[in-house]
């Protein structure tokens, strides 16, 4: 079985080594639990929705049957307006259910430096929009990394799991967060099944 995982830096295993990103990552926890999915790595660096609106039908090759959702941080982090990247996540799950496929959409969560108007409309984004198209939610795709010990309003207690540049996990974080996502790509999976 085919999943398409259609994202950002996150995704594409921007700052790491080949085979040291989160699609690889994954693909060896899937492996080693029962495996029988092919994920395709649909990560482009720097992309925002609108690129993820822009890119899906081309993402959604014959042999998809399921897809993952990670984008919206770098919308996030150029303060893009939320109602922008609904309309684009939206539009992106559409695309896989005009098609039927099962969708596992990972959320962000804006920083507290945007204000929190900001953050209240970004951060309920996801799990309305997943309710919405019976999608699988990860709320945080830093969730492993939290239930590590770390916290996001805190960077010195995310420091051992990132790149210098604060915003990508290295090598050990991609482990932790691919552990937490990897039984949520499972469930997906259950769904075409």
Same mark, same amino acid.
């Given at each position: ?5 259609? %994202? ?8 790491? !080594? @080949?085979?040291?990103? *989160? /699609?690889? $990552? =994954? ?22 929705t609108?690129? %993820? ?8 090759? !014959? @042999?998809?049957?399921? *897809? /993952?959702? $990670? =984008? ?41 430096n ?12 996801y ?67």
């Amino acid at each position: 079985m085919t999943v398409v995982m259609l %994202g950002d830096s996150l995704t594409a295993g921007y700052g790491l !080594p @080949d085979g040291e990103g *989160l /699609v690889p $990552e =994954l693909q060896r926890w899937l492996d080693a639990n029962g495996g029988g999915v092919i994920l395709q790595n649909a990560g482009v660096s720097g992309d925002t929705t609108a690129g %993820g609106v822009a890119r899906i039908d081309w993402a959604l090759g !014959p @042999d998809a049957q399921a *897809l /993952v959702v $990670e =984008l919206g941080g770098n919308d996030m982090l150029r303060g893009l307006s939320p109602s922008e990247v609904r309309t684009n996540l939206i539009a992106i799950l559409q695309a896989a259910q005009t098609r039927g496929l099962p969708v596992l959409l990972i959320g962000m969560q804006a920083p507290a430096n945007w204000g929190p108007d900001y953050k209240a409309e970004f951060d309920a984004i996801y799990p309305e929009i997943a309710a919405e198209f019976d999608a699988i939610l990860v709320e945080n795709f830093f969730h492993g990394l939290i239930a590590a010990g770390g916290d996001p309003g805190d960077p010195a207690s995310m420091a051992r799991w990132m790149q210098a540049d604060g915003i990508h996990p290295n090598a050990e974080g991609v482990k932790l967060i691919a552990a937490a996502l990897g039984p949520e790509i499972a469930k997906l999976a259950a769904r075409v099944q």
